[in-house]
């Protein structure tokens, strides 16, 4: 494997079973990330895109098939290994934001910092991490509405301190699903905007789902996922795990319905 | 730290988690107001079970009584142990009587107990001269007549025709009677203390206003005839006596029964000499007891004598009371287990409403143990808040119960507390600090127990099927 892949999984398999029926998701993928990379993964609704990331994130187990992060094996980690790798390493954004309630966006910022931390050792780094929590807030723009609730903030803003609650933990991964399909295109535009300056400026390598290949094409790379399979670009190139330029996949959209076929067929 | 920031927010922002403090309230509230009322009258009712009775009793088996009571009392009073812990004693004589009376012209006949005592002797030993209706009684008890008794008796005597039987009675009072009052100490019978309740009867046809329904049979100074046995040969004895006051300790079992006169008296008349039925002691600490008998045991072993406390005395009465504080107990602790079930439901919808709550909490990080104690602590703090919240009203309605009481009395026009029923003024309250201290405990327990259901199935929520979950 090359010394700077990230992450990888071989051979991922998920299957969603109810009662008697099973539904096969992912049928074998096998994927990359360099270190410093803005990966986007597209395909239809179904083609099993957030399962991977969720496979990848540690949210859910793989029924076959193994994922690596630097070099270790993780999809088989006692429960609180994966808890404590969600907490520090990783960092996710959600199409529907996922805030709180309850908090405020300061709040809801400082949460991962929280769930590290018991409540002495709290009172000790408790205002460290508020400052943290209240320069990333500035950084994402919301200087200004930090002790709203999330009912009285705009999508945008909801996102925006999604990501900020995302970045608080220095995580070394950000897992963004579909981060902007609940928002209009301009703000859309402006949040991925957002990640690819904190690709750019904090090297943060960012694995991202999208329905959306505009989006998608602002990124260095993009995997398609088509009824539980990656199909590989016959453009891509053998340094797959370097930086492709998305501009190899101009002949995407017409894919779209080609994919949208290929699940029908497949039953999906 | 999450945990507490999270359980903080819920409970002030989850208004259907105010259900369940109220609950845990009410129940708590309704526990320690039964419970301190329950305790009240407990309290008091012993209070009064111990009236009459000494701390120790020593008791001889049978009305004839054992004899050379002074002698028994030196014997304790020179044991090394008995003479510190021993404050007063006093001999008694004990037996059963027939008390005769008449009544506006009709003659009346009552069953009593005659006890002869020797006024400051049981005093001092206590549970007497307090309880006297006549205040001047409480200081310094005595049988004699005071002023007014006295002309009543006097005025009865000359003016009375013939009244009920009495074989003692010269027969030339029906003259009229002598112009100057002839001194009345030679002629005055023996003064009696009566129980109040043998002299009073309570009219139920009185108006409802009338503060005191007790209508007066014997007024002191009134005469009484007194029939019971003699010592050894079991044959009847009577003699005449006049009222010189009432004892009322509002125990009915007490008050209804008992006729005091002096001991030398009642030991006369039955010709027992020196005999006494019991000898009454006094403790300096009453918690030496069990310590204090075991020794008048041992002292006393070879003599025909029962040596008890006055709560080995009344044991059935005592335990009666214990057994229905513990039910009542039990039962009023469903009314927690049912705010329980309520904290259950109500806590099951939480979780599900909570489900995408939770599974962000997971994908960021929180491990299962950490969910479980949100909700566990969140049971705790809602069994902490309506625990503490019941008890400031539980205590307050203790305190001002009579308040209360009156307030409905008069809103409803219905009498809540009887007052002649149990011979209480005011409903006696006794707030144990122990007992509500037990009561927050279970019921915060409670509400703990009752959320760690819905806690474990937060806890075993699927992070992506909880995501998800719309």
Redesign the interface.
């Known amino acids: 494997m090359a010394g700077n892949t990230f992450m990888y999984a071989r051979n991922l398999h998920k299957i969603y079973r109810k009662n008697a029926i099973s539904t096969p998701v992912l049928k074998g993928v096998d994927m990359e990330v360099a270190e410093g990379e803005f990966l986007s993964v597209v395909g239809a609704s179904g083609s099993g895109k957030s399962t991977l990331m969720?496979l990848l994130?540690s949210?859910?187990k793989p029924d076959a098939g193994e994922i690596y992060y630097k070099e270790k094996r993780i999809d088989n980690l006692s429960?609180?290994k994966r808890?404590?790798?969600?907490?520090?390493d990783f960092g996710?954004i959600?199409q529907f934001y996922?805030?709180?309630?309850?908090?405020t966006a300061l709040?809801n910022v400082m949460?991962?910092l929280?769930?590290?931390?018991?409540?002495f050792?709290?009172l000790g780094n408790?205002s460290v991490a508020r400052k943290r929590a209240i320069t990333l807030m500035e950084k994402v723009g919301l200087g200004h509405r930090m002790h709203h609730l999330p009912k009285e903030l705009s999508g945008g803003e909801m996102q925006r301190t999604a990501i900020a609650?995302a970045l608080i933990g220095n995580p070394a991964l950000l897992f963004a699903d579909e981060p902007t399909g609940n928002l209009d295109e301009d703000t859309g535009r402006e949040i991925v905007q957002l990640l690819r300056e904190l690709n750019e400026i904090d090297n943060v390598t960012i694995i991202m789902v999208t329905h959306n290949l505009e989006i998608a094409r602002g990124t260095h790379r993009i995997i398609k996922l088509v009824a539980g399979h990656v199909e590989v670009p016959l453009q891509l190139q053998p340094e797959a795990f370097g930086v492709v330029r998305p501009d190899s996949f101009d002949n995407l959209p017409e894919d779209e319905n080609h994919s949208d076929e290929t699940r029908r067929q497949a039953g999906i | 730290?999450?945990k507490?920031?999270?359980c903080w927010?819920?409970l002030r922002?989850r208004y259907l988690a105010m259900v369940c403090i109220v609950s845990v309230m009410l129940g708590v509230a309704t526990l320690i107001v039964v419970n301190s009322v329950m305790g009240g009258f407990s309290t008091k009712l012993k209070e009064r079970l111990h009236g009459l009775l000494s701390d120790v009793v020593l008791e001889a088996y049978d009305y004839d009584g054992f004899t050379d009571a002074p002698s028994k009392m030196a014997l304790i009073r020179n044991d090394p142990f008995l003479s510190n812990e021993v404050d007063a004693m006093t001999a008694t004589l004990e037996i059963f009587a027939m008390l005769q009376f008449n009544f506006r012209e009709v003659p009346f006949t009552r069953p009593v107990r005659i006890i002869g005592i020797e006024p400051e002797g049981r005093k001092a030993v206590g549970g007497f001269a307090e309880h006297l209706v006549n205040p001047k009684n409480h200081e310094k008890p005595t049988f004699n007549l005071d002023e007014t008794a006295r002309e009543r008796f006097m005025i009865r005597r000359a003016s009375r025709g013939v009244d009920f039987p009495g074989p003692r009675e010269a027969p030339n009072l029906n003259e009229p009677p002598p112009p100057d009052p002839p001194p009345s100490k030679p002629h005055e019978p023996q003064g009696v203390i009566l129980g109040y309740a043998i002299a009073h009867y309570r009219d139920r046809n009185a108006p409802a206003d009338l503060p005191n329904k007790d209508v007066r049979t014997l007024e002191p100074g009134d005469e009484v005839v007194i029939t019971t046995v003699s010592g050894a040969k079991m044959s009847p004895v009577f003699d005449r006596f006049v009222v010189s006051d009432y004892f009322k300790s509002e125990m009915s079992e007490y008050d209804s029964n008992y006729v005091f006169m002096p001991i030398e008296h009642l030991q006369k008349l039955r010709t027992m000499e020196d005999r006494v039925t019991s000898i009454q002691i006094k403790l300096k600490d009453y918690n030496k007891a069990p310590k204090v008998v075991a020794r008048l045991r041992e002292l006393f072993a070879n003599a025909p004598l029962e040596v008890q406390t006055w709560e080995q005395k009344q044991g059935a009465v005592l335990a009666a009371i214990r057994v229905e504080k513990g039910i009542l107990n039990i039962l009023l602790f469903l009314i927690i287990a049912v705010a329980g079930f309520g904290i259950l439901a109500i806590f099951s919808m939480i979780v599900v409403e909570k489900t995408?709550?939770i599974?962000?909490?997971?994908?960021?990080?929180?491990?299962?143990g950490?969910i479980l104690t949100i909700f566990i602590g969140y049971g705790f703090l809602l069994g902490l808040v309506g625990a503490g919240l019941g008890t400031i009203i539980g205590l307050e309605i203790t305190v001002h119960i009579n308040d209360i009481e009156k307030f409905i009395a008069n809103v409803t026009g219905q009498d809540i507390f009887p007052r002649d029923v149990y011979y209480f003024d005011k409903i006696p309250t006794d707030i144990n600090i122990f007992s509500v201290f037990l009561v927050n405990l279970g019921s915060i327990g409670i509400a703990v127990l009752f959320s760690i259901l819905p806690a474990l199935r937060a806890s075993m929520l699927?992070?992506?099927r909880a995501?998800r979950y719309e």
Do not use: C, Q
């Open positions: 969720h994130g949210l859910d429960a609180d808890d404590h790798l969600r907490n520090h996710f959600f996922h805030l709180l309630p309850e908090l709040e949460i991962p929280m769930i590290r931390s018991s409540v050792s709290w408790g609650r | 730290m999450y507490l920031l999270l927010k819920y922002t995408r709550d599974g962000i909490l997971k994908a960021l990080g929180a491990s299962n950490g699927h992070p992506v995501l």
